[in-house]
C-alpha cells in the first residue's frame, strides 16, 4: 500500500466510499499472495513462490469451508436412523464442489445435502450439486420466494408458479376486456425479472405453460406449501397459465424452506374467485 492510499481525506479528495472501495480492492491483494503477512513478504519472492503461497490460503479456505459444512451436517443428522454409506463417486463429487462454497446460509445448505444424503441416499443427483454450486445466496433467497408461492395442481405432484387463468372459448370471453387474468406475482417478491433469474439457473423451465381446459363443474385442488384450496370452475373454457420446476428445482424443493408472503393464499383465492369457486 502507497503513501498516497494512506493519506487522509481533503477537501476536493475522494469521498469516504471511494476510499474505502480502493481499500476493499487492495485487500484482495491478500488472496493473490500480493499482500505481506507475518515473515511472507510479496517483494522478495518470485512470481512461483507467490503463487505457491497463494495455493496454500486457497487450500486452507477450502479446508475451513468443507469442515464448516461436515460440522453443519453433523449437527442435521439424526442419530435415531439408521444411515449409509453414500457412493463414493457422490461423496467425491460432493466434497469438490462444497470447498467453494464460502457463504454460511449456503453452507447450512450443504450440510442439510450431505446429513440427507446419509440418511437417504439418492435424493440429491450430483446435476443438482453443479447447480446449487452456481447459485448466489441472492438467487437462493429468489428461489425461496418461489416456494412460497408454488402450487400443485390435483394430483400431480410436480411444483408449478401459476402466472394467470385464461378463457379460452365461449360467448364470455366477448364480454371482457381481456380473456387472460393474470397473477401479480411480484406483489410476493417475484417479478418477471426474478422468473428468469431461475430460468437461467436451471430451477425453472425456460417456457410458460398451461392445462387443458379445466371442466366445468369439477373440483381439483391447488396445494400451496401452507394450505389447500379446493377449485371448481364454475363454467367452461378455462385453463390456468404456469412456469414448471425442473427437475433440479424439484430436488431443491426438497431442501430450501419456503419464505415469502403469508397472504398469498387469500390473495389468490381473491384473484380466482370470478370464475371459481374456492372452498
Not at 440427507?116 to 448466489?136: A, Q
Not at 394467470?164 to 406483489?187: C, D, E, H, M, W
Amino acid at each position: 500500500m502507497t503513501d498516497s492510499d494512506k493519506a487522509p481525506i481533503t477537501a476536493g479528495s475522494k469521498t469516504e466510499s471511494d476510499v474505502s472501495a480502493r481499500r476493499k480492492a487492495l485487500l484482495l491483494g491478500r488472496i493473490l499472495g500480493l499482500a505481506s503477512e507475518d515473515d511472507y513478504r510479496p517483494s522478495n519472492v518470485s512470481v512461483a513462490e507467490r503463487a505457491a503461497h497463494r495455493a496454500r490460503k486457497q487450500a486452507t479456505v477450502c479446508q475451513a469451508n468443507v469442515e464448516a459444512i461436515y460440522t453443519l451436517a453433523l449437527k442435521y443428522t439424526p442419530s435415531d436412523v439408521v444411515g449409509t454409506d453414500p457412493d463414493p463417486d457422490w461423496l467425491y463429487q460432493f466434497f469438490q464442489l462444497a470447498e467453494q462454497i464460502h457463504n454460511r446460509r449456503m453452507q447450512e445448505l450443504w450440510g442439510k445435502i450431505l446429513a440427507r444424503e446419509i440418511t437417504e441416499p439418492g435424493n440429491i443427483s450430483l446435476r443438482t450439486l453443479e447447480t446449487l454450486r452456481g447459485l448466489t445466496w441472492r438467487e437462493a433467497q429468489t428461489l425461496e420466494k418461489a416456494l412460497a408461492v408454488a402450487v400443485q395442481i390435483g394430483h400431480d405432484g410436480r411444483l408449478k408458479v401459476l402466472s394467470g387463468y385464461r378463457l379460452v372459448g365461449g360467448l364470455g370471453q366477448y364480454f371482457r376486456k381481456s380473456p387472460a387474468t393474470p397473477i401479480p406475482l411480484s406483489q410476493f417478491g417475484l417479478p418477471y425479472s426474478a422468473l428468469v433469474m431461475l430460468m437461467d439457473a436451471g430451477i425453472l423451465h425456460a417456457s410458460e405453460f398451461e392445462t387443458g381446459e379445466l371442466e366445468p363443474k369439477r373440483s381439483f385442488t391447488l396445494q400451496l406449501s401452507k394450505t389447500e384450496l379446493s377449485v371448481t370452475p364454475k363454467h367452461a373454457h378455462l385453463i390456468l397459465n404456469y412456469y414448471r420446476f425442473s427437475p433440479v428445482g424439484d430436488e431443491l424443493a426438497q431442501l430450501v424452506r419456503p419464505q415469502g408472503d403469508n397472504n398469498f393464499a387469500g390473495a389468490l383465492r381473491g384473484l380466482l374467485a370470478k370464475d371459481f369457486s374456492i372452498t
